[in-house]
């Protein structure tokens, strides 16, 4: 048995590669992309080490070439969820008490796997699958994914350095433990790193996870369990299962051993879930942990003093790169009347200059919305601002699905402050712009704090130190993520700690300590070396007069 104090290799982040003309990670991931396209791919559940075919099969297809099949997944039913559990809680005790530097071990394997051989797959397969650019495929599946992993591991570490005091004749001890139960991770198509690391966090700190992903995100899933079972992740830890989201909660959230749900995805969904475990508590073994990060209305505010050229790159990265969706991507501004034509002109230049289209064409900035409905819901806006007098189509306000899903990134100018656009979620390459009066910086803060019920993203651009410190108490509760001159996107690992509140969620911070403490529970534990043997205090001693007065009866 192991008796040393393990300390585990210092993270750094992962170097971003570039992608060069004819630079060996370009090569590399076009041969890859090749490769899977011309493989059909046969997908299958995983459950307890099995994998799981039942016939049911749904097609897999390029967001951006929707006639184009990539594979098929066998679509489950409650029965699989079920035996998703029965699989997760029958692994549980050796992995619970399994010695947390070999789950370390697992993890930073893991994360040496993605960015070597794994590399090129996993970009692939989201590029492919989720229609990312090969940048944004890299800044997310691989680099992203692989600081989780090993900065995931050094907060563990640290949480379990964390000991309490001792005094003399004592010894204060604090264990981590796993929740008693398993956990249910329901993930999202946008990002594979958060995919990837709503299960891998739990799993982590010696938790059994049951994990369902988006449909529009099987794909790379499918790549990711390899990963995982490559690096030496225990069969039954995490079990993937492809059923829809009522089916599965149906199940979950009314089983005794439910534990916690780690959760990124619409607040609609996340309220009805929380609704389900609160009718559902009496039945728990324990109180569940509920962690969520979910929508945003994320926001760039311009004080009259900004730089017009920064606000209007903020604009066009922070609100169009990935298609605009991203939980963070700027999706309504505010521009001051003094700067917002040269604004909106360099803007409109930007946009002048996207290319839009398949994501094995490395020159395309903009590639296609995830699917049909999306594709609808978009469209639907967009002709909505076409036919209102309150609203101004400045830049795009094209669209076409004919071969793929593609909505020209769009810039819609409103009088309106509290015009749909710029209150509803979109999650699109959608951006509504209010241009306010520059001399009223105070009304336009007011407006800000109080137009949208969420509060994950922001930022804040000017050159004025006064107006950056007023903003940033005027607008603290507004976004969990604030930016000063820079996008509302991008947050690093072990750099920009992510997570919003309000509508947007509980606030846990992933990529930091704080996430990982949700999914342990702490015992406390006290020995004393030398027990006492008279229960007496010494408060109930007393002096020798008052034995005397006491014997005379005074």
Not at 107 to 114: G, I, S
Not at 175 to 192: C, S, Y
Not at 234 to 247: E, F
Not at 429 to 453: C, G, M, Q, R, W
């Amino acid at each position: 048995m192991a008796n040393g104090f393990f300390n585990v290799p210092t993270p750094i982040n992962e170097p971003v590669k570039g992608y060069a003309p004819n630079s060996p990670e370009r090569v590399e991931l076009l041969k890859t992309l090749k490769e899977l396209k011309q493989q059909q791919r046969d997908i299958p559940m995983h459950i307890g080490g099995q994998e799981i075919r039942t016939g049911k099969k749904q097609n897999i297809t390029p967001p951006h070439d929707h006639q184009y099949v990539l594979g098929q997944f066998h679509e489950g039913d409650a029965s699989h969820v079920a035996q998703a559990i029965d699989a997760a809680l029958a692994a549980r005790p050796l992995w619970a008490e399994m010695p947390w530097e070999h789950r370390a071990a697992i993890f930073l394997k893991a994360a040496d796997l993605l960015a070597g051989p794994y590399r090129a797959r996993i970009n692939a397969a989201t590029m492919l699958g989720q229609s990312k650019n090969c940048f944004q495929a890299e800044i997310d599946a691989a680099c992203e994914l692989i600081d989780f992993f090993r900065f995931n591991v050094h907060f563990m570490q640290q949480i379990y350095q964390q000991q309490p005091e001792s005094l003399p004749g004592m010894w204060n001890r604090l264990e981590h433990r796993p929740l008693e139960g398993f956990v249910f991770a329901l993930t999202p198509f946008n990002f594979t790193s958060i995919a990837a690391n709503l299960p891998a966090s739990v799993a982590m700190m010696g938790n059994v996870v049951v994990w369902k992903p988006a449909n529009t995100q099987i794909y790379s899933a499918q790549v990711l369990m390899e990963l995982f079972k490559e690096a030496g992740v225990p069969d039954g830890v995490i079990n993937l299962v492809y059923v829809d989201g009522p089916t599965a909660g149906n199940v979950i959230f009314k089983h005794r051993d439910f534990a916690g749900i780690h959760f990124t995805g619409s607040t609609g969904v996340f309220q009805h879930i929380w609704k389900t475990i609160g009718e559902n508590i009496s039945n728990y073994k324990s109180y569940p942990r509920i962690v969520g990060e979910t929508g945003g209305k994320d926001f760039i505010l311009a004080h009259p003093s900004a730089h017009a050229k920064a606000v209007a790159v903020g604009m066009s990265r922070g609100a169009f790169e990935y298609q605009g969706q991203k939980c963070s991507a700027a999706s309504r501004v505010y521009l001051p009347s003094n700067l917002a034509d040269e604004i909106l002109g360099y803007v409109k230049e930007d946009l002048a200059s996207f290319r839009m289209g398949d994501v094995e064409d490395f020159s395309n900035f903009i590639n296609a919305v995830i699917d049909e409905k999306s594709f609808d819901k978009l469209a639907k806006y967009i002709d909505g601002a076409k036919a209102d007098p309150n609203a101004e189509i400045v830049a795009g306000g094209g669209y076409d699905k004919s071969k793929g899903y593609f909505i020209e990134p769009t810039v819609i100018v409103t009088k309106d402050p509290k015009y749909v656009t710029m209150c509803e979620e979109l999650f699109g390459p959608v951006l509504t712009v209010h241009i306010y009066d520059a001399d009223k910086f105070d009304e336009v803060l007011e407006l800000v704090d109080t137009t949208s019920p969420y509060a994950l993203t922001g930022a804040i651009f000017s050159q004025d130190r006064y107006a950056i410190d007023h903003a940033s108490k005027k607008l603290v509760h507004a976004a969990g993520n604030f930016y000063i001159n820079d996008k509302p996107t991008g947050a690093v690992v072990g750099q920009q700690p992510f997570g919003g509140a309000r509508a947007s969620g509980t606030n846990d911070k992933a990529g930091s300590m704080l996430n990982l403490l949700r999914w342990v529970s702490p015992r406390a534990i006290k020995e004393t070396f030398v027990p006492v043997t008279d229960y007496r205090y010494p408060f109930l001693g007393s002096a020798p007069a008052e034995d005397l007065n006491r014997d005379k009866g005074l």
